[in-house]
T-cell receptor, first 109, second 112 residues
Framework: AQRVTQPEKLLSVFKGAPVELKCNYS??????LFWYVQYSRQRLQLLLRHISRESIKGFTADLNKGETSFHLKKPFAQEEDSAMYYCALGGGGGNKLTFGTGTQLKVEL | NAGVTQTPKFQVLKTGQSMTLQCAQD?????MYWYRQDPGMGLRLIYY???????DKGEVPNGYNVSRLNKREFSLRLESAAPSQTSVYFC???????????FGSGTRLTVV
C-alpha cells in the first residue's frame, strides 16, 4: 500500500530563515511526487511536481529514492509562505493521489 | 473561468438525514475526485471517476455513494448521515493521466 508521511504538524520559522518541510513516502513502483499548498481562505493548489524539477515561489523539492523522501525547501522564508502544505504521491491507477497529513507552516516576523 | 464549483459551501445535518454534495467542472477534464479533509488525517479519497461512466472506491467509501452524471458533474451522496461524517469535503478534477488536480473551494459539513 502506498503511504505518505509528513512528521510535522506545525513548523514555525522566522522570516528570512531557511525552511524544510519533510515528506517520506512508501511505494513499490516508480513514484510521482507533488507538493500542494492551501493558503488561508484559498483553494488547495498544486505547488510543484518532482518530474518538472522546477522552482516555484522560491521552493524546490528533490526526490531521493534511496531515502524515499521528497522534502520541500526554501532558503529564505517569507511571511506569505504561511500556509498548509501537503505532500502527495501518485500511483496505483486512476490518477489517484495519496496525501500526507499536512504541515502547517507559520512564518513569524 | 469558474474551474471546479462545489455546492453548498456549508451544511448542517441531523443524524440520519440524507444529502447530496454537488460538483461541476468546466475545464473538460476526464477525471474527478471526492476527498474529505479532517484535522490530523490530511485528505483521504472517498471515490473517484477516472472517466465519464466509471466510478471507483477510494480509501474511505463507506457511507457514501457517487454519481458521475456527465463529463462535467460528479455528485457525492450521504444516504444516512452520521456524526463521523462531519468533515470538509473537496471535489477535484484533472486531465486523464495527469496528477495536476484543480480543487473546488470545499463544503463544510456538520452532522449533529
Amino acid at each position: 500500500a502506498q503511504r505518505v508521511t509528513q512528521p510535522e504538524k506545525l513548523l514555525s520559522v522566522f522570516k528570512g530563515a531557511p525552511v524544510e518541510l519533510k515528506c517520506n513516502y512508501s511505494y513499490s513502483g516508480s513514484p510521482e511526487l507533488f507538493w500542494y499548498v492551501q493558503y488561508s481562505r484559498q483553494r488547495l493548489q498544486l505547488l510543484l511536481r518532482h518530474i518538472s524539477r522546477e522552482s516555484i515561489k522560491g521552493f524546490t523539492a528533490d526526490l531521493n529514492k534511496g531515502e524515499t523522501s521528497f522534502h520541500l525547501k526554501k532558503p529564505f522564508a517569507q511571511e506569505e509562505d504561511s500556509a498548509m502544505y501537503y505532500c502527495a504521491l501518485g500511483g496505483g491507477g486512476g490518477n489517484k493521489l495519496t496525501f500526507g497529513t499536512g504541515t502547517q507552516l507559520k512564518v513569524e516576523l | 473561468n469558474a474551474g471546479v464549483t462545489q455546492t453548498p459551501k456549508f451544511q448542517v445535518l441531523k443524524t440520519g438525514q440524507s444529502m447530496t454534495l454537488q460538483c461541476a467542472q468546466d475545464m473538460n477534464h476526464n477525471s474527478m475526485y471526492w476527498y474529505r479533509q479532517d484535522p490530523g488525517m490530511g485528505l483521504r479519497l472517498i471515490y473517484y471517476s477516472a472517466s465519464e461512466g466509471t466510478t471507483d472506491k477510494g480509501e474511505v467509501p463507506n457511507g457514501y455513494n457517487v454519481s458521475r452524471l456527465n463529463k462535467r458533474e460528479f455528485s457525492l451522496r450521504l444516504e444516512s448521515a452520521a456524526p463521523s461524517q462531519t468533515s470538509v469535503y473537496f471535489c477535484a478534477s484533472s486531465r486523464q493521466g495527469a496528477y495536476g488536480y484543480t480543487f473546488g473551494s470545499g463544503t463544510r459539513l456538520t452532522v449533529v
